[in-house]
């Protein structure tokens, strides 16, 4: 990429957001879920057990969650306790997918069906898994097959399990790589750049590095689920 000539001196705020944008484009687009809250969205829906989110990709029921505490097999091993969120995934897909992971903050991002959900309350835990709900606790989703998911938190063994969960919920849009045009499946979201480039802050900005313009893509959340913790279950 080449710079501006030195003598073309009035040119200049216009190239530099140019070139930030291209920048912050060939490095790619964070995804973020909750967080720049100035961006605005139409406020999600506010549901609870029972209540089914169309993701478009996916249709997730929300049957509940549950606290477990795992007794130790013998004097060597040690006691567990987990949070268990409990929902019924339908692939609305053509393909197999996978249950994948949650977020577990604003910035990781999950996998598969479980980047579309991020646990607001309790705070602080990032210890998870999410499995179907079987004996061999498989990670596939069949096209049109309801599958009882649990997405499995570790607590404290001593700490006192919460009351209730709030989980935000994304949905999925299909999008198309801007270099070789295939479709792929992405989050809902808002495209920005911060700092803006047609500002003063993003025309001061640095073109590498810490503070450059960055591409972010500001997952909307279409739904909050609050559940209530049923106490407590033994396996």
Partial sequence: MTEPDGGTTPKRPVAVPVVALLAATALGITALFGGLAEVPTDPPAKL????KVDQVRFETEFLGARSVLQKAPNEFAEDHRYLDVLVKVTNKTDSTEYVGKPWVSESTRGSGWGESVRLMEPQGLTDVMAYVDNPERTSQLFPDVPAT?????ELDVAAQPPAQVALKVAAFEEAEDEFDGHAYWD?????VTKPDPLTVEGLTAPLTGDGRPQMYNMVSSVATVTLKVKQEVQQ
């Fill in 48 to 51: 609870a057990e029972g209540a």
């Fill in 149 to 153: 998911v649990v997405v499995r938190y």
């Fill in 187 to 191: 989050l809902a979201g808002e495209q």
